[in-house]
């Protein structure tokens, strides 16, 4: 039900008890003729004070103090009027128990205080008699401290609420930082396994195809093919490493950076494909990060060639610029878009971006071949976690 819809309906039952301590108390007053013409001429302006002070109550949401002077005032008056029989402090007990529910504790205090000196004012006064101001007295604080003691409830439950939110935040930002690591793995794993084996696979096609006169290349293939997989098993032991309980997460002996793609792009090209590394700008260091996903975009995307390009040649510029690093690798082959498993292939390169708040795209060539083009920002990036 609606709070205006409530605090109204309180006000009608307080003004309607209020009536009727009213007329019971009348009703056995012993009274002489000059008193019953005095109660007769009272009677009506006590009943208008009485009504205006409890149906105040229904805006003690909004405006606690003013329906607590206005209460304060309209029951002061009533009973230094003379009017019989005195009223209890309903209204103004009320007022008091919404401003210590709704308002500061210093404000509850004060407005009990400034209440509770306008009685002992009255008293003193003889408006009011000591029975009544002990009754108004301890109706203010009770109510004051009843108000109080919701609001510190509220603050309570209000608090426990928040520490089971904070746990549940704890709870998804727990979890979804596991998925990211599970991701990161996931990439990692399949440029490892993708890229040497693609390259095992097409470094042992050469030596099957070499003659007997061709030893020489022959060694020479069976050697790049053994550092590719030593390499491989390097870079497989640094990963998995971080998986076993107790190690915490470090950062590799010897991490992939742009120093070692021009190792890369000679291990590409012993396999038979031709790959031409262009630099564009001014080069600079740069982020571990961002190297890092350098690498493994150029890696995965030569490894695309190799699986479906055919018979072609690759190019890879990487171009600096003030804020960006773009990079292209595009190849003239016949092969169309790679397809792969969700989080792999095209997906992990496109993901490897993202996380450093760039982008990345790729299709085919409007002259034939396939193209991959990723611009990675050098500034502002705190935002964005490390894929490392």
């Not at 229904?58 to 209460?71: F, K, N, S, Y």
């Not at 101001?133 to 109706?139: I, M, T």
């Not at 590799?252 to 012993?270: H, K, Y």
Request: a neutral charge; aromatic letters at 2%.
């Amino acid at each position: 039900m609606n709070r205006a819809v409530l605090d109204g309906l309180l006000a009608l039952l307080v003004t309607c008890l209020a009536l009727a301590s009213l007329v019971g108390s009348a009703a056995h007053l012993q009274l002489t003729r000059a008193a019953v013409t005095r109660l007769h001429t009272a009677d009506a302006l006590g009943v208008a004070l009485l009504v205006l002070g409890t149906l105040s109550i229904g805006r003690r949401r909004d405006v606690p103090v003013l329906v607590l002077g206005v209460a304060a005032m309209v029951f002061l008056g009533y009973d230094a009027l003379g009017h019989a029989p005195p009223l209890l402090p309903f209204a103004p007990a009320i007022a008091l128990y919404t401003i210590a529910v709704t308002r500061t504790p210093l404000a509850a205090v004060s407005a009990t205080t400034v209440t509770a000196v306008v009685a002992a004012f009255a008293a003193h006064r003889d408006l009011l008699t000591r029975e009544q101001f002990l009754v108004d007295v301890l109706s203010m604080v009770a109510a004051t401290l009843l108000g109080y003691g919701v609001q510190l409830h509220g603050r309570v439950a209000s608090l426990k609420q928040r520490a089971v939110q904070l746990v549940r935040e704890h709870t998804d930002e727990t979890r979804l930082a596991v998925e990211q690591e599970q991701a990161r793995i996931a990439r990692e794993l399949h440029d490892i396994v993708a890229h040497s084996v693609s390259l095992i696979i097409a470094q042992a096609s050469v030596a099957r195809r070499t003659t007997d006169t061709e030893l020489e290349q022959a060694r020479q293939v069976l050697g790049s093919i053994e550092r590719t997989g030593r390499e491989a098993l390097t870079e497989m032991r640094g990963l998995l490493g971080v998986l076993q309980p107790g190690r915490d997460r470090a950062e590799p002996e010897s991490p992939l950076g742009l120093d070692r793609l021009p190792a890369l792009i000679t291990q590409v090209q012993q396999t038979g494909l031709p790959v031409q590394l262009l630099v564009h700008g001014h080069p600079r260091p740069l982020p571990s990060e961002i190297e890092l996903t350098v690498y493994r975009i150029v890696q995965e995307a030569l490894t695309n060639t190799l699986k479906h390009a055919g018979v072609a040649r690759a190019t890879v510029v990487l171009s600096h610029h003030p804020g960006t690093l773009e990079l292209r690798i595009w190849d003239d082959g016949h092969g169309g878009a790679p397809t792969s498993a969700p989080g792999n292939g095209l997906a992990g390169m496109q993901q490897r971006a993202a996380l450093l708040g760039g982008e990345l795209t790729a299709g085919p060539r409007p002259g034939g071949g396939f193209q991959v083009v990723a611009t990675l920002p050098l500034e502002d990036r705190q935002r964005c976690p490390s894929p490392s």
